[in-house]
T-cell receptor, first 113, second 116 residues
Framework: DAMVIQNPRYQVTQFGKPVTLSCSQT?????MYWYQQKSSQAPKLLFH???????NEADTPDNFQSRRPNTSFCFLDIRSPGLGDAAMYLC????????????FGDGTRLSIL | KQEVTQIPAALSVPEGENLVLNCSFT??????LQWFRQDPGKGLTSLLL?????REQTSGRLNASLDKSSGRSTLYIAASQPGDSATYLC???????????????FGQGTILTVHP
């Protein structure tokens, strides 16, 4: 089945040590999103790519960066993770048309020691 | 700015009961509304998508309705089962002319527990 795949499922890093989360998709979708979801909260959009165009949310910390080397892959880089960055990180994709649904991966649970 | 509210925050029912989850949103300029299911520690599974021009969508025991003008949606689950226990999230995608164009805005979710 066509899917959105996130690796790893669980990631542990040390305070201040850079970490990269990975997302790949076989749906050939133009748009890829990264969300942060803290415990018992709604997912919060960090940024998205429309093809190669990067769109950052106004309140996304500078500590969070993203790369999309090709249609299939998108990475979330956290340059200096703090304790407050511990969360579930969700990747999603959607097609070009504005009314199309978003498809989510299983997420990466990030823990900070 | 779009705001999405889900009521109740938590719901506990015995197996076999029919139930309704509620979602309301403040800006009616939307492309569509999606209902998701989230199991503990997992990602989001899309259950139903209702386009802004539609009134309802059905999938198996699930039926979702949309009243865009009043900013409301309901998710009806028939004959609930223990396997339905999860968090249910609704999300609206903002359309042009609205306050959240192109963005998916989520509610906080309803935690559903179905007892055997």
């Amino acid at each position: 089945d066509a899917m959105v795949i996130q690796n790893p499922r669980y990631q542990v890093t040390q305070f201040g040590k850079p970490v990269t989360l990975s997302c790949s998709q076989t749906l050939n979708h133009n748009v890829m999103y990264w969300y942060q979801q803290k415990s018992s909260q709604a997912p919060k959009l960090l940024f998205h790519y429309y093809d190669k165009d990067f769109n950052n949310e106004a309140d996304t910390p500078d500590n969070f960066q993203s790369r999309r080397p090709n249609t299939s892959f998108c990475f979330l880089d956290i340059r200096s993770p703090g304790l407050g960055d511990a969360a579930m990180y969700l990747c999603a994709t959607s097609g070009r048309k504005s009314n199309q649904p978003q498809h989510f991966g299983d997420g990466t649970r990030l823990s900070i020691l | 700015k779009q705001e999405v509210t889900q009521i109740p925050a938590a719901l506990s029912v015995p197996e076999g009961e029919n139930l309704v989850l509620n979602c309301s949103f403040t800006d009616s300029a939307i492309y569509n509304l999606q209902w998701f299911r989230q199991d503990p520690g997992k990602g989001l599974t899309s259950l139903l998508l209702i386009q802004s021009s539609q009134r309802e969508q059905t999938s198996g025991r699930l039926n979702a309705s949309l009243d865009k003008s009043s900013g409301r949606s309901t998710l009806y689950i028939a004959a609930s089962q223990p396997g339905d226990s999860a968090t249910y999230l609704c999300a609206v995608k903002g359309s042009a002319g609205g306050t959240s164009y192109g963005k998916l805005t989520f509610g906080q979710g309803t935690i559903l527990t179905v007892h055997p």
